[in-house]
């Protein structure tokens, strides 16, 4: 039977070539003449997507790409935000940019980031890690952050859904390979010079337009035989946010109201809607509105030079660098939810886990709004040198060797060494405050203020005059992560197919630390010195800041910049530290050596008139894991009610711990394309994969300790964060199948099935438990006589009263009577929290902190399922396309919101389902296009906070739109249009009542020029 011959596009071929896909292409097209080769020559939006079908088309395995327009012109400003637009592919954004991706519902970490081929270093911190919002980071990640890399320099992106054993692991939901365009892969000459005007409708502060610029530039020689390329790339830009917080969800179970220990226990409050005895009730710590004001510059490098003297033989080497520069200015409005005596009235919804909707409170003596200022600066900067050598040592037999060396540095470089430098403001002069948690997807509030009161300048209005200091913090973290490969690959052709071998040694360690970021107190909690600060601090209308949703009139805001409210502070409390503490919170190493041997063969044939091919592999790694960390001694100190704060002695040397562990693993994969018709492939696919632990997961120490918001002796529970060195990655079984309709050129229907059977999922296991001889102060001698003073003044024991008892009985000498001279009255209430060094510290009689301690382990295993459709389309010659695809994405594990509250959960975070439409328009002068993107709600993390709580995130829909003008052959304008119609992010707990997050953001508008020499 004769063989059946396909006309395999030039574009193909070079796709090949020119991106270095991985692919099976029919090897009988080598026999081919020139008359059978189709020529085809397409530019622009068209041409970029013909090229991204044909990979897609010629590839083994499931494979999706994304390819520039032209030299310079990738088609978003952000590859994070190019990349949601392929099938099963979903986006994290910070600042309303892309940021993290998800592929099939695997986020961040347990994807794989490679840079030409190269595995790529993660590092992310941001704000020091302190958690005052959603997007600080503490570093411990292997998440790679795409806004660090401009798209400029990017020639095309490559999403592998399917293993294969010449990639390497670590990534479950698919390895993305960033692709830069070499010298010799152009002719000659080629330039192109770009800039753009950037408008972010979000800013306050800054320019309200910032610049951006790239030149590019390739030369090779008339015989190709050397080439050179550089890629320079500056963006700045100038945005801020308004949004709100809640710093913690309580959980627990409604019973008798006077039990000390309950969340509300003033009998004589107003209970309305109260949940049945034995249900669970939410409370809120607090709300808060905040303002962020922030300026990024972003540096891209690259230079490629290539050398190929003969027709079997090229060198490469290449450099890459990407700098991020960040500064934010960021304030807040807090109030917080007081408990005991304070409250009048409480209203519930009708929730499974009932969520106040109203709660009022009453204080006497005058509590304080929070007016937090914080100055943030932040710089992340990549580094990667490789080298490359491909030797053909005859027509069949090829050798590459390849090297590189790369690291990606995240760090706070901030004044006084910080990440994050905040300087707690508060006015204690508000006696009422009402909070209203169902107006809306933003909570309100209401304050009632007496400026006669503690201190405060009485002039009968809120001002500057009112607000003084309470507690500052100087915090740090980075994150520097380094990768050492080795590579050498060898490829020989049969006679119907290709062999392909190879060895890889990889070096992967990478350093973390965060400084303890210990509280550093002024004016202290009670704001003891209204109006220190003078006109440093200015009015500012946070709450009219809301566009977009409607908040109570009569609120307050302020603005401050934290480093000269700092540097006046010096003056005002001799003695503060003048910079960053050298205690940490931690300091963890982690790393890993691998080394790793693969085999994988391709062969093709027909099954009747149907041509095939399959590629089947085997990789073989190892891996040798050290684990060390720094541990520093920690003690308690019991502040106010429930201030109870854990501190890091930095008087005392860290002291080194470190572990050690190995684990190696053999990883089939098969994938088998069927060509039914020329137009029509099926595929099958199977792979085992695997993705290690997160970094933060592998260290040797504990972390996070928190006192549980009151006494022990009240029923607190005392948490705890604790490592597990000895963690394996998880180990996926995949499963694909697809059926794909190349009915023209540029245009396809797709519809694939896929499932991941994952075992080795990290669950969380809770252990009770002492930890290097931590003391806990709230439940000692000290603790048990100051309650047994309470009951018998017949005064109800709450964490205030307990706290009040126990520092009067320490003063003696101000408080001769004892417990007699107890009254609980606001001043002495005040007097006992507020005077300094009168804090409780933990002492030898105190006994062990018993943590509730959270241990991370590979003790779940979890099934992901789901479908995936596509359908690229052009309708003849009008110019008109169209994209659209949709992605189901479906687990077995799901969280359970009425859980119990101390019960750590597993369960399978960033499942959503998501949507991509896409309208084009392209001529010989104008291109245009029209993308609507589309995620549902998903959960985002799992036992958040004291009471194991979800962080839901709700469904976001994002339009952008692109026109550009060809103004001659070589000359173009544009113009984009980022989220124009201004869409909002929002998240909340175990009901859309209990708000994590909520962030309005705005659109984002450029005009720009583009001319190509």
Request: hydrophobic share 35%.
């Amino acid at each position: 039977m004769s063989r059946r011959k396909f006309a395999k596009t030039q574009l193909a071929t070079s796709l090949s070539l020119i991106l270095g896909v991985s692919i099976s292409t029919p090897l009988f097209a080598q026999e081919q003449n020139d008359s059978e080769t189709e020529v085809i020559e397409v530019t622009g939006i068209r041409g970029s997507l013909q090229e991204a079908a044909s990979v897609k088309r010629y590839s083994a395995g499931i494979v999706d790409a994304i390819s520039a327009e032209d030299i310079g012109k990738f088609p978003d400003t952000n590859l994070a935000e190019s990349l949601q637009r392929i099938t099963g592919v979903s986006i994290s954004r910070t600042n309303g940019e892309g940021s993290e991706v998800t592929v099939r519902g695997f986020a961040g970490g347990n994807n794989m980031i490679t840079l030409n081929g190269r595995t790529m270093p993660a590092a992310i911190t941001y704000g020091a890690g302190s958690g005052a919002d959603g997007t600080t980071r503490g570093g411990n990640t292997r998440s790679f952050d795409f806004q660090n890399l401009a798209s400029e320099a990017v020639r095309a992106v490559e999403v592998y859904k399917t293993g294969k054993a010449n990639i390497a692991t670590g990534g479950i939901g698919a390895t993305i390979n960033i692709i830069t365009a070499k010298p010799l892969d152009n002719e000659g000459f080629v330039a192109t010079a770009g800039v753009k005007a950037v408008h972010d409708t979000t800013n306050r502060t800054g320019d309200d337009v910032t610049p951006e610029a790239s030149a590019i530039l390739s030369y090779a020689n008339d015989d190709a035989t050397w080439g050179i390329s550089v890629a320079a790339i500056h963006q700045e830009r100038d945005s801020g946010y308004t949004g709100a917080t809640v710093n913690n969800w309580n959980i627990d179970y409604w019973d008798d109201i006077a039990d000390p220990d309950r969340m509300w226990n003033n009998v004589d409050a107003n209970y309305i809607n109260a949940p049945e005895q034995g249900q669970l009730y939410a409370r809120p710590n607090d709300i808060r509105y905040a303002f962020s004001n922030t300026q990024r510059v972003r540096d891209n490098l690259q230079l490629n030079l290539q050398f190929a003297p003969t027709e079997s033989f090229t060198a490469s080497i290449d450099y890459t660098f990407a700098e991020n520069e960040i500064v934010e200015q960021r304030g807040e409005i807090t109030n917080w939810v007081q408990t005991g005596s304070l409250t009048d009235t409480v209203e519930f919804d009708d929730s499974t886990v009932k969520t106040p909707i109203y709660i009022a409170e009453t204080y006497p003596g005058g509590v304080d709004e929070g007016y937090e200022q914080q100055w943030r600066e932040q710089t992340n900067t990549l580094d990667s040198l490789g080298v490359n050598f491909k030797y053909m040592v005859n027509n069949d037999f090829t050798l590459i060797f390849d090297a590189h060396d790369s690291e990606m540095y995240s760090r706070g470089t901030g004044p006084r060494g910080s990440g994050e430098l905040a300087v707690g403001l508060g006015a204690p002069i508000v006696t009422s405050r009402e909070w209203f948690w169902d107006t809306g997807d933003l909570p309100q509030y209401k304050n009632v203020y007496d400026d006669s009161l503690r201190g405060a300048n009485n002039n009968g209005m809120v001002d500057a005059g009112d607000v003084g200091s309470s507690i500052a913090r100087i915090r740090n973290a980075s994150q520097r992560s380094n990768i050492t490969q080795f590579k050498l690959d060898a490829e020989y052709l049969l006679d119907n197919g290709r062999f392909d071998f190879g060895i890889e040694a990889r070096e992967m360690e990478s350093r973390s630390m965060q400084t303890a970021g210990n509280n550093i107190a002024l004016g202290n909690w009670g704001v003891a010195n209204p109006g220190e600060f003078g006109d440093l601090i200015q009015p500012f209308d946070l709450p009219g800041e809301f566009d977009d949703f409607s908040v109570m009139p009569g609120g307050y805001g302020f603005i401050a910049d934290a480093r000269e409210l700092y540097t006046a502070a010096e003056a005002l409390y001799p003695g503060i530290p003048s910079g960053t503490e050298n205690a940490l919170s931690f300091d963890d190493t982690i790393q890993e050596d691998t080394l790793a041997a693969y085999a994988q063969v391709s062969l093709d044939g027909e099954l009747g008139d149907m041509y095939f091919s399959v590629l089947t592999g085997l990789r073989y790694e190892e891996t040798d894991v050290t684990s060390t960390s720094l541990v520093g001694r920690t003690y308690f100190q019991w502040e106010d009610n429930n201030d109870i704060n854990s501190y890091v002695d930095d008087s005392v040397p860290p002291t080194l711990a470190s572990a050690e562990n190995s684990y190696d693993y053999l990883l089939p994969s098969l994938d088998v394309k069927l060509e039914i018709r020329e137009d029509l492939i099926g595929r099958f696919s199977y792979s085992k994969t695997i993705a290690r632990a997160g970094l933060g997961s592998l260290g040797v120490s504990a972390s996070n300790f928190g006192g549980g918001g009151g006494s022990t002796l009240l029923g607190a529970t005392a948490t705890a964060s604790a490592s597990n060195p000895g963690l394996l990655p998880l180990e996926s079984s995949n499963t694909d199948v697809s059926l794909e309709w190349y009915y023209d050129p540029t245009s396809y229907a797709s519809v694939g099935l896929f499932q991941k059977d994952v075992s080795n999922f990290l669950g969380s296991r809770q252990v009770d438990q002492t930890i290097l001889g931590i003391r806990n102060p709230t439940a000692g001698p000290r603790a048990l006589e100051a309650y047994a003073a309470l009951e018998d003044l017949g005064i109800a024991v709450d964490d205030t009263s307990l706290y009040g008892m126990m520092v009067l009985l320490s003063h003696p000498e101000v408080f001769p009577n004892g417990a007699a001279d107890y009254t609980g009255t606001p001043e002495q209430t005040q007097q006992l929290a507020e005077t300094p060094g009168w804090d409780i510290l933990a002492n030898e009689s105190d006994p062990e902190y018993v943590f509730r301690t959270s241990t991370p382990d590979n003790n779940r295993a979890a099934k992901i399922y789901g479908a995936e459709f596509a359908v690229q389309h052009f309708f003849g010659e009008t110019g008109f396309g169209v994209q659209a695809n949709y992605t189901i994405v479906r687990g077995d594990v799901g969280f359970d919101n009425e859980a119990d509250p101390d019960t750590s959960q597993f369960a399978l975070v960033g499942l959503s389902d998501t949507a991509n439409l896409v309208g084009l328009y392209e001529n010989d002068k104008w291109q245009a296009r029209i993308a609507l993107n589309w995620r549902d709600d998903y959960l985002a993390e799992v036992n958040k906070g004291d009471s194991n709580n979800p962080r839901y995130v709700e469904a976001f829909t994002q339009i952008d739109v692109n026109v550009s003008y060809n103004v001659t052959e070589n000359f173009s304008v544009f113009f984009e249009g980022l989220n124009i119609t201004e869409e909002n992010t929002r998240s909340y707990a175990r009901n859309s009542t209990q708000l994590w997050y909520l962030t309005q953001l705005g659109a984002r508008y450029n005009l720009g020029a583009r001319y190509k020499f």
